[in-house]
């Protein structure tokens, strides 16, 4: 035994704690890297210790993360989302851990109210109101039907959705259409103008899509496009033109061999050309896919589902099933259009975190320089806050390798452990939603989770290791 | 100052062509210039249908059709001069370059797992943790999980942790030296309290810091070296911890083409443990000899001195100063002011066939408790490096204060007495203690009739210098000895001429 190669000659030194050594060590030619340590900022000590000593946690940790990183993702069909995701009755699907209509936010509210207006549950404003609020329609997260969507993520039973299909987990995983970027039901508007769209979206391009998707004699590689675009300058989440473009590449030539109507088929590749987060909707499941395959690893501390419904934000880790732990969703910080300003804005809203969860989005921050003012200013802001949550991740995704910082992984699989012990949060790049219903959007920027999340989390997470460290 | 309500004040509404930024960066400059005094709503996006409809909704619409491509910059404000300066101020806004490297600052490691993430994957490594003990198992646990051997510097562990750690580290092939582990030499590397000792033929495994410091400072003096000295925290010989990282110390330098001859030392280990020490020590291919204090085997020295001898070493003269002649007053006590908590040990050990019970803060017998009244009269040792007497402040190794006022008080207090000290030297201690220790030292035996003892522990080679530093103890009339046992017979036989 030569522990570690701990006797073989002088060793390196990496030092936390009081500084008093070091310089000794460098008197002597050590080389002594000093850790900027600080007392984790979440967390009962003991808990933090009981899940550190958890012999089951660096195992099911590796097995979590490889299986994140193993997942696949095509595209196999588009089809009603009532059929495909078992929407029976008046059932509306949104966004973030379980919520109600008393506890909903203004644009989950404007983007609930849409949908009992675009299917027909309630003929004005008013009525389908009084429908929600009398319980009149089930409310129930996509995260609970394997499901993911982007903002309020109201997912209706005449929306059509994407199904991709993990090819190596076996997994299925679904989200609604993009609308575009503005006034849309997403963003909590229910106008005119978004009750048209969305009629046109049921009758005209989900049937094109659907005909078109079945028609491809390969199905879309959804990780694949996503593993070009951090090539591209996108990162995933706040931008997605280049993925978008790619997208429109490999879907057109089967819109147009479908023999449908000419105008139709126009109007659809100008929808999916002129919406640069037409592949948002695509990368989301991709994602959830990969986080799906990671459920239910006894022992894992590592996040599987960050999602927001626009009041809570909630997180789900492979050690704890289905158990969302909960705080309130914080106000994004960013920039407004037009003349919107921070009191405009809702707190943070959607299921698109998953994209953070993956390691992409702010994650992936330092491959997105187009974007990186949303930071707050410069390039090396943005590179820092990739490296930054390298320290709180298991791993980097091969596949999804970031240029600027020489192809290095994206970095993949949040542990809870090191949110608590690094002091930092995940960083989630959003758009912003106004807070009155009907507003639509009024921004973009950058929002963290709230620690009461993590503390829920790792309090669980302990109470569930402390049996088997003592066994 | 109230904002004039929408539609009240001036307003600049054009469309540019050939211009192009993107969202983010006109999101930027909408923010800045809007942020002026004055200027009460701006809007300056590409020209698109969404970006114009918005610039109706604030009544700013531009006149005539407007494309994509065109720049709009719609600005409204209090006054014309306001106005002014705010389109001026989107031009300087659009035309600014970003200023900026394309290079983050490193960001620093948070925790050892990342400090260790950031070193070469081949070659010795060697984390160090001396963060709080509620939280040092956290970051001796990534030691463990990077596979890297640990020092754990810090105290109060739960001993459920420690033993966790430690079984951990025995799986991964590593090892946990510690908790409360402050001396440790590693291929030449002293970390912690440690000594400036040459490179030798003896492995040390050691549960106790200052014992590690007299056996590899004596072996020294004796022109034999060590090849590493391996801590293994106070408790390690305990029944709860088992000797754990005592029995894979061993392995490893029974392992080591560098390691010819091995010395545990430790206090007295619980007696299942040191017979699991000593079946494991007797199936190794290289000697291995004891150096656990006890009142059958209550010397240091004299383990050095049988290693030596194994060794077919001769025995040197141990480096010393005589003290000045001059007898102890009649009726003397021992006081022993210790800094070291196992030389403290060995003290009474010696001390108490010879002068009977010894009170102590850290008493061989719990009925001798000292309590908190360390200047209690009679044969006391107390030593000053004990948990209870450095919370809030730094070793006694480090911040003599403490022990010095004790032995101000002690001259004062009439009480006759012959005074034994340590005196350690090496990395991590006082950088001159005799500089503080000699005054005092001056000082008492102005006042009383005092004879003084010094057990002065390090080497030449230490930063401290162990000849300048005995040179000026004796000056200020100690008896100086390399060796804690020799220091503290000396101060018996002085007490027995006194009876």
């Known amino acids: 035994m030569s522990l570690g190669g701990l006797l073989d000659g002088p060793p390196a030194v990496v030092a936390a704690g009081v500084d008093v050594f070091s310089g000794a060590l460098r008197a002597q030619g050590t080389e002594v890297t000093d850790v900027d340590w600080r007392p984790p900022g979440i967390g009962d000590p003991a808990d933090l210790a009981a899940l550190a000593l958890d012999p089951r946690r660096a195992a099911a940790n590796r097995t979590a993360v490889e299986r994140v990183l193993a997942a696949g993702a095509v595209l196999t069909d588009v089809r009603p989302a009532g059929e495909v995701l078992g929407l029976e009755g008046r059932l509306l699907l949104h966004s973030g851990p379980p919520l109600t209509w008393e506890a909903a936010s203004g644009p989950m509210r404007g983007a609930l109210l849409g949908a009992c207006l675009f299917e027909g549950w309630a003929a004005t404003v008013e009525e389908a109101e009084a429908l929600l609020a009398s319980g009149g329609v089930t409310l129930d997260p996509c995260h609970h039907h394997s499901a993911v969507g982007p903002m309020a993520g109201v997912t209706s039973p005449s929306m059509w959705a994407w199904c991709l299909e993990d090819p190596v987990n076996g997994g299925r995983a679904y989200c609604n259409l993009n609308e575009g970027l503005g006034k849309v039901l997403r963003m909590g508007a229910f106008g005119e103008e978004v009750l048209t769209r969305l009629a046109w979206m049921r009758d005209v391009l989900g049937p094109l899509l659907a005909r078109a998707v079945r028609s491809m004699a390969e199905p879309l590689d959804v990780k694949a496009v996503l593993a070009q675009m951090l090539q591209m300058g996108d990162e995933g989440h706040n931008r997605n033109r280049a993925g978008s473009l790619m997208t429109l590449r490999e879907l057109s030539p089967a819109l147009v061999a479908l023999d449908a109507p000419s105008d139709d088929v126009a109007a659809a590749l100008r929808f999916i050309g002129g919406n640069e987060h037409f592949f948002l909707n695509l990368g989301m499941p991709a994602a959830k896919l990969a986080m799906d395959a990671a459920r239910d690893v006894p022992g894992s501390t590592m996040v599987t589902v960050m999602a927001r419904n626009g009041t809570e934000f909630g997180v789900q880790t492979a050690g704890t099933g289905d158990r969302w732990f909960t705080g309130p969703a914080q106000t994004p910080v960013g920039l407004f259009l037009g003349d919107y300003g921070p009191e405009d804005a809702n707190p943070d809203i959607g299921d698109s975190a998953i994209m953070e969860t993956y390691g992409v989005g702010g994650f992936s921050m330092a491959a997105a320089p187009a974007i990186v003012r949303f930071v707050g200013g410069t390039v090396p802001d943005a590179l820092a806050t990739t490296e930054r949550m390298y320290q709180l991740t298991l791993a980097e995704n091969p596949a999804m390798a970031i240029p600027i910082l020489g192809f290095r992984g994206a970095p993949t699989g949040i542990d809870v452990l090191a949110v608590a012990r690094t002091g930092w949060l995940p960083q989630i790049n959003t758009g912003m939603a106004g807070r009155v219903a009907g507003t639509g959007q009024v921004g973009a920027g950058l929002v963290q989770p709230p620690r009461e999340c993590f503390e829920q989390a790792l309090a669980a997470l302990a109470q569930e290791a402390r049996p088997a460290t003592a066994a | ?499």
């Open chain 2, 1 to 499: 100052m109230s904002a004039p309500g929408p539609g009240e004040g001036v307003s600049h509404v054009s469309l540019r062509s050939g211009v192009y930024a993107d969202s983010v960066r006109l999101m930027q400059v909408s923010r800045d210039v809007g942020a002026r005094d004055g200027v009460t709503a701006v809007l300056v996006a590409m020209a698109t249908p969404l970006n114009v409809e918005l610039a109706e909704g604030m009544g700013l619409a531009p006149e005539g059709a407007a494309s994509p491509d065109q720049l709009l910059i719609a600005v409204r404000a209090v006054d014309d001069d306001a106005l002014a300066a705010a389109v001026t101020a989107v031009d300087a806004a659009l035309s600014e370059r970003e200023r900026s490297r394309a290079t983050a600052d490193a960001q620093p490691a948070r925790t050892i797992g990342a400090g260790l993430d950031g070193l070469a994957p081949d070659g010795a490594a060697l984390a160090i943790v001396s963060v709080p003990g509620q939280y040092a198992a956290l970051e001796a646990a990534d030691a463990i999980a990077a596979g890297r051997s640990v020092l754990v510097f810090s105290d109060g562990v739960p001993v459920e942790q420690e033993v966790a750690l430690k079984r951990a580290a025995h799986e991964a092939g590593v090892l946990v030296m510690g908790p409360d582990c402050g001396t440790a030499i590693v291929s030449g590397v002293a970390l912690g309290f440690a000594n400036v000792v040459r490179p030798g033929p003896v492995g040390v495994v050691a549960a106790s810091g200052t014992g590690a410091q007299q056996v590899s400072c004596l072996l020294d003096a004796a022109g034999v070296g060590v090849s590493h000295v391996i801590g293994v925290g106070g408790r390690d010989l305990s029944e709860a911890v088992g000797g754990l990282a005592t029995l894979d110390a061993l392995a490893a330098l029974d392992a080591d083409p560098g390691t010819e001859r091995v010395l545990v030392v430790s206090k007295p280990p619980a007696p299942s443990v040191a017979e699991a020490v000593a079946r494991a020590a007797g199936g190794l291919a290289t000697p291995v000899r004891s150096a656990a204090l006890s009142p059958e085997t209550p010397d240091l020295t004299a383990a050095v001195e049988a290693l030596l001898a194994d060794l077919g070493r001769e025995v040197p003269r141990w480096p010393s100063r005589p003290g000045p002649d001059g007898a102890a007053p009649p009726g003397a006590v021992l006081k022993g002011f210790y800094s070291g908590g196992t030389l403290a040990d060995e003290a009474m050990l010696l001390a108490a066939p010879v002068l009977g019970d010894v009170r102590s803060n850290t008493p061989l017998r719990p009925e001798l408790d000292l309590g908190t009244d360390l200047s209690a009269p009679g044969h006391v040792v107390v030593d000053f490096g004990d948990d209870a007497l450095t919370v809030g402040r730094a070793h006694p190794m480090i911040d003599p204060t403490l022990r010095l006022e004790a032995i101000a008080r002690l001259a004062a207090s009439g009480e006759p007495a012959v005074l034994l000290l340590d005196v350690v030297l090496g990395y991590g201690a006082d950088a001159d203690p005799a500089a503080s220790l000699a005054p005092a030292l001056a000082a008492a035996r102005e006042k009383a009739q005092l004879p003084v003892v010094v057990a002065l522990v390090g080497t030449e080679a230490d930063p401290q210098g162990w000849s300048r530093q005995a040179d000026a103890l004796a000056a200020a009339g100690a008896a100086v000895f390399a060796s804690n046992a020799a220091a503290t017979r000396h101060a018996l036989d002085l007490l027995g001429d006194a009876r």
